[in-house]
């Protein structure tokens, strides 16, 4: 498993936009599939989006298509979550998770602790 850790979290106003990342320490996601999950106080965890171990055609829930966008940063190798146009709704903890055959459509064993977003006015 990697030690996965998300950074980038923070409070602010409907319209704005941050900038998450997914780091494994000493370690790389480079061969890992890696998602972004995200769980609002008293709501199911959701998925948000992922991107495969070779960088191809990240997907995306429908709640946040042409407002977010996944890549890899090869150089830090870390993985962002680039959100704009941020909504209340899209408060929630954020995690970042890993699956070490590359495969977003696999099960996700590495997982972070979670960077708290807050949208509000």
């Known amino acids: 498993q990697l030690p996965l850790a998300e950074s980038g979290g923070g409070l602010v106003q409907p319209g704005e936009s941050l900038r998450l990342s997914c780091a494994a320490g000493?370690?790389?996601?480079?061969?890992?599939?890696i998602a972004w999950f995200r769980q609002a106080p008293g709501k199911e965890r959701e998925k948000v989006s992922c991107?495969?171990?070779?960088?191809?055609?990240?997907d995306y829930a429908d709640f946040v298509k042409g407002r977010f966008h996944t890549y890899r940063d090869n150089v830090e190798h870390t993985v962002i979550l680039q959100m704009n146009n941020l909504e209340p709704e899209d408060t929630a903890m954020y995690y970042c998770?890993?699956?070490?055959?590359?495969?977003?459509?696999?099960?996700?064993?590495?997982w972070g602790q979670g960077t708290q977003v807050t949208v509000s006015s």
């Open positions: 998770a890993g699956n070490a055959w590359g495969d977003c459509g696999g099960e996700f064993n590495s």
């Open positions: 000493e370690y790389t996601v480079d061969y890992y599939a």
């Open positions: 991107i495969k171990d070779d960088g191809d055609l990240p």
